[in-house]
């Protein structure tokens, strides 16, 4: 059964950092690529940032360029998400999730998603 689980989320101020993870089991890990989605209240779902470790290839959402940044441990099946300078407007539930597009992130239909870790942050 395929399984994505996120972690890591939580309440900071502005200004602070988190660690997102998303630990993934129940197919071939190497290969997938794989991305971190958000969504906020009222707001459609965003592709935040993806990953390809199989092509050496990343992707990020212009709002969290210089930001944000994501790596995998291919050993550990996860993929992180560093999140440092965090804003209000970063507030929402990040989701992970295997990705068919990585520019931007794109996740197949009716494909596999974790239950999501919130992450606050006030002002």
């Known amino acids: 059964e395929v399984q994505l689980v996120e972690s890591g989320g939580g309440l900071v101020q502005t200004g602070g950092s988190l660690r997102l993870s998303c630990a993934a089991s129940?197919?071939?890990?190497?290969?997938?690529?794989i991305g971190w989605f958000r969504q906020a209240p009222g707001k459609e779902r965003e592709g935040v940032s993806c990953i390809s470790s199989s092509e050496g290839l990343t992707y990020y959402v212009d709002s969290v360029k210089g930001r944000f940044t994501i790596s995998s441990d291919n050993a550990k099946n996860t993929v992180y998400l560093q999140m440092n300078s965090l804003e209000p407007d970063d507030t929402a539930v990040y989701y992970c999730a295997r990705i068919d597009l990585l520019s931007p992130c794109r996740a197949p239909e009716g494909d596999y998603w974790g239950q999501g870790t919130q992450v606050t942050v006030s002002s």
């Open positions: 129940g197919f071939t890990f190497d290969d997938y690529a």
